[in-house]
């Protein structure tokens, strides 16, 4: 069963603008994890957010955590085509060993 | 090095074959994981080692058998595999399970 869910599942937007993508999940968690995934290709990890963290930053990419709504946002500043993937949230529970991952959103940014 | 690697990257197999897929990484890393992902779905966790040992089966089918043969090696051996198995592979390895995972590029894998 999935413990996190996404929206939007499709985002598109031109190069330069910011793009927010939100994350729900069910129950208590240890860590938040974002991922980026190219087409076909494997995962890359973006941002690990615990859960006593509020807010991380990693360049251009922002993450909240509101563990009292169970959920999470992952905002990237000023866009650019190369950021086009789909993008999982997943959360870490159960010993931290095991991953369960939204069901993603896809990100287009148009040049 | 920092990555993980798989192989082969593209696998077709019969029903009646049995195959082996392959992960390594030398990152020192001490859990290790398999994952399968259909297209446009996330990736579904399918079974998790740490420390060489086998600590969580997601009730995945007796037709796929891991093995952690040592701390940098993961296979993930086929036998009777339906067509429903073709997905992407993917293999990823953690520090000790608490942190993030790095994945390698995947397995995409087609049943006929």
């Known amino acids: 069963s999935q413990q996190g869910e996404e929206d939007p599942q499709a985002l598109s937007i031109q190069e330069g603008e910011n793009a927010t993508m939100n994350c729900s999940y069910k129950?208590?968690?240890?860590?938040l994890q974002w991922y980026r995934q190219n087409s076909g290709r494997g995962l890359v990890h973006l941002i690990l957010i615990r859960s006593n963290e509020r807010e991380k930053h990693s360049g251009r990419l922002r993450v909240t955590l509101d563990t009292s709504k169970k959920s999470s946002s992952l905002l990237i500043t000023a866009s650019r085509a190369a950021d086009t993937a789909s993008y999982f949230c997943?959360?870490?529970?159960?010993?931290?060993?095991?991953?369960?991952f939204g069901a993603g959103t896809r990100l287009a940014v148009h040049p | 090095d920092t990555e993980v690697t798989q192989t082969p990257k593209h696998l077709v197999m019969g029903m009646t074959n049995k195959k082996s897929l392959k992960c390594e990484q030398h990152?020192?890393?001490?859990?290790m994981y398999w994952y399968k992902q259909k297209a446009k779905k996330p990736p579904e966790l399918m079974f998790v080692?740490?420390?060489?040992?086998?600590?969580i089966n997601e009730s995945v089918p007796s037709r796929f058998s891991p093995e952690c043969p040592n701390s940098s090696l993961l296979n993930l051996h086929l036998h009777a595999l339906q067509p429903e198995d073709s997905a992407l592979y993917l293999c990823?390895?953690?520090?000790?399970?608490?942190?993030?995972?790095?994945f390698g590029p995947g397995t995409r894998l087609t049943v006929l």
């Open positions: 080692y740490s420390y060489e040992k086998l600590s």
């Open positions: 129950t208590s968690i240890n860590n």
């Open positions: 990823a390895s953690s520090l000790d399970g608490r942190n993030e995972q790095f």
């Open positions: 990152m020192g890393h001490r859990a």
């Open positions: 997943a959360t870490a529970w159960d010993g931290y060993n095991k991953l369960i």
